[in-house]
């Protein structure tokens, strides 16, 4: 786990965003596993800011995201699919018949998560993988509990993720109780993980993951087990991490090995 702790988040959202950039360059049929929430926003538009600048093209890319709340369509703006297509594939020159999204209102869960991580198989599996991580240690919507080895599936969210949630509803009743998640196994998967965290509020799930033990009640924490995990965060999430200097001296020079 390379862990680099910039001063904003603005800085590490560039430093994450540059690897993203330097994968989609040197691989243009690259598959990318993507995440919502507030956390990836920066990065995104960093990303778009390449691609207006033409420095890379989205437009042999493919992409699966994390999760979807059940029950919201994907034309609901509080849906991942919405936030997906304003945040950055309406604003690049992906295909978006090559972005995928879990569907929300699917017939059968079943069905739709079964075909999901079949197509991500077909395609040779997620190349890099973004992540948030959850105040209470989430990946995806892997709350405190879910099996290390779990696929995708349907989760029921906890009063800590509707809570913190329900800043984007007019009101916590409107939060979804429900979602579709990849499932941590499915997650693991991938072949780089790059996470990113910041503010406060993030630091104490950060050090679940960093300096915990392994565990199903932090979901972040398997990350340890990941040969090709980064994690970006700004001070402020890192602030409880016992050896931060270390981590940066080391992510430091893993960034040189990196870009050299
Ligand atoms: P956030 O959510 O980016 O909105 O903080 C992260 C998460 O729950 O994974």
Request: with cysteine; hydrophobic share 40%; charged share 30%.
């Amino acid at each position: 786990m390379e862990i680099v702790i910039c001063k904003t988040k603005e800085e590490a959202s560039r430093k994450a965003a540059d690897l993203i950039a330097a994968l989609v360059k040197a691989d243009p049929k690259c598959v990318l596993g993507l995440a919502t929430g507030s956390t990836p926003v920066e990065m995104y538009k960093c990303l778009i800011a390449d691609n207006k600048a033409k420095k890379i093209s989205f437009k042999t890319v493919k992409t699966w995201n994390l999760d979807e709340y059940w029950g919201l369509a994907g034309t609901h703006d509080q849906s991942y699919r919405y936030f997906m297509d304003k945040n950055l594939f309406d604003s690049i020159d992906i295909n978006k018949k090559n972005t995928h999204v879990l569907n929300g209102l699917a017939k059968d869960w079943r069905k739709e998560v079964k075909a999901y991580e079949a197509a991500i198989e077909k395609a040779g599996g997620i190349d890099l993988q973004v992540l948030g991580i959850g105040s209470d240690g989430h990946i995806a919507f892997n709350e405190p509990g879910s099996a290390l080895t779990s696929r995708t599936r349907i989760v029921s969210l906890t009063p800590q993720t509707i809570k913190d949630n329900a800043r984007f509803f007019k009101k916590a009743a409107d939060v979804p109780r429900q979602a579709l998640s990849m499932g941590v196994g499915s997650i693991m998967e991938a072949r780089r993980i790059v996470l990113l965290a910041f503010g406060e509020n993030k630091a104490e799930a950060v050090k679940g993951m960093v300096e915990g033990g392994i565990s199903q009640f932090c979901t972040a924490s398997v990350l340890q087990l990941h040969d090709d995990a980064w994690i970006f965060c700004d001070e402020a999430a890192a602030k409880k991490l016992k050896l931060k200097k270390y981590y940066a001296w080391r992510a430091e020079e893993a960034l040189k090995a990196e870009f050299a």
